[in-house]
């Protein structure tokens, strides 16, 4: 998995507010509260009509959206999305994201998260089929299986995994089913 992952979205809401989430994104500062996973941020289209102000904006983050944004909060003066909206409920926002292997959409609207699409998961298999020593190709589909089972509170892990126990039994499953592919790819209904 890449250590990077591309966003870009929309936000709207109370023009102070919108204010307000853009600095908190642009934090560069450790002394500074705001999403300090945030790489860059560049701004466009703003739009304001009365107290209202809506503002497209485009940058990059560590690991997705879900780790930088929503829920990391090991950092000094870093704050999470549910924190920030919080204190600014007016906040409307669509951001989607796109890392090495999967792409993320949240939906932000009063305050709460309305909608998560994950839209696909690839996993590179070209590395563990190079391998020529069988338990460390065990190793590495061990680590896929786990990736899973680390992300278990998302939906869209939660179908991929219960794809994985329901067809895959074990790795010789794994293997037979997968053995001339350099990858795979498993979008939002793994069935498919």
Known sequence: MSNTCLFDGTVSGKTNEVDNFIEALKVNDSNQIGFHRVGYVETFNEDIENDKKTISFAGECAWSIRISLIDYNNIKNNITLKE???KNPSIELTINSQETDFTETFTIKNGK???EVYDFK???LADMWAEKDINTQKEMFNEIIEDFEYEENLN???????YFKTNIKNFNDFKNKFKDEESIYLNDNPNT
């Not at 869209?156 to 219960?162: A, K, L, T």
């Open 156 to 162: 869209f892990y939660d179908q991929i995994n219960e």
């Open 84 to 86: 920030f909206l919080e």
């Open 113 to 115: 998260i309305t909608e």
């Open 122 to 124: 690839e996993i590179y």
